[in-house]
């Protein structure tokens, strides 16, 4: 039996979960994704992993864990790109830079209708090295950026621009475990489950 409801679509976040032994059950939760005005990407991505998680508790009794993930460079947020030439763009920006990978937890329980909400934003920064158009357009064309937070992905293809992280690694895939794991505890919910 399911010890938490993922409130995601991600096959990264399941693989983390299913890492580190949490039994769940995945549904993904339909929120409308839009930028708030003003709102900063630490806001912004708290609020969606929130909204997700808050929305899973009413129909779950199981605590629902949301989770939102951006890619952060000079103040802005790089969503997913919506076109191979989006994705070369950003890829281009994030050349030879260092930039921001956010991802916000929240945990919800909804039991005897007493909601009880708690949530945590992660940051991890990430230095690419200078990359040359051929290597921005031969990695477009793999197909792997066009689902991807600043058209990359560290767990995959995209490895190979990385020079270096400062924080942690699980954040940038899409899930901070340590921080996970701890939010977890908090609810009971076991890991290291066969």
Same mark, same amino acid.
């Given at each position: ?31 409308? $994704? ?7 990407? $630490? ?26 993930? #951006?890619?952060?460079? !000079? ?9 191979? /030439? !989006? ?20 945990? #919800? ?22 990359? /040359?158009?051929?290597?921005?357009? !031969? ?7 066009? !689902? ?14 990385? /020079? ?31």
């Amino acid at each position: 039996m399911a010890d938490l409801l993922l409130a995601s679509a991600s096959p990264r976040r399941r693989e983390l979960l299913e890492q580190i032994g949490v039994s769940f059950i995945s549904e993904p939760q339909d929120i409308d $994704e839009t930028p708030l005005l003003d709102e900063s990407p $630490e806001a912004y991505v708290e609020r969606l992993a929130r909204e997700k998680a808050q929305q899973g508790a009413q129909q779950s009794s199981l605590p629902v864990l949301g989770s939102d993930t #951006c890619v952060v460079l !000079d103040g802005e947020i790089l969503s997913k790109p919506n076109t191979k /030439a !989006d994705a070369c763009a950003m890829l281009s920006r994030l050349s030879g830079r260092s930039h921001h990978v956010l991802t916000a937890i929240a945990i #919800c329980t909804n039991k005897l209708g007493e909601p009880e909400l708690m949530s945590q934003v992660v940051s991890t920064e990430v230095q690419f090295n200078p990359l /040359a158009p051929t290597q921005i357009e !031969d990695y477009v064309a793999t197909g792997e950026p066009m !689902d991807k937070a600043g058209a990359y992905g560290i767990q995959g293809k995209a490895a190979v621009f990385v /020079a270096g992280i400062v924080g942690s690694y699980s954040n940038v895939v899409g899930l901070p475990l340590m921080e996970t794991a701890q939010l977890l505890q908090h609810y009971n919910v076991p890991i290291w489950q066969d």
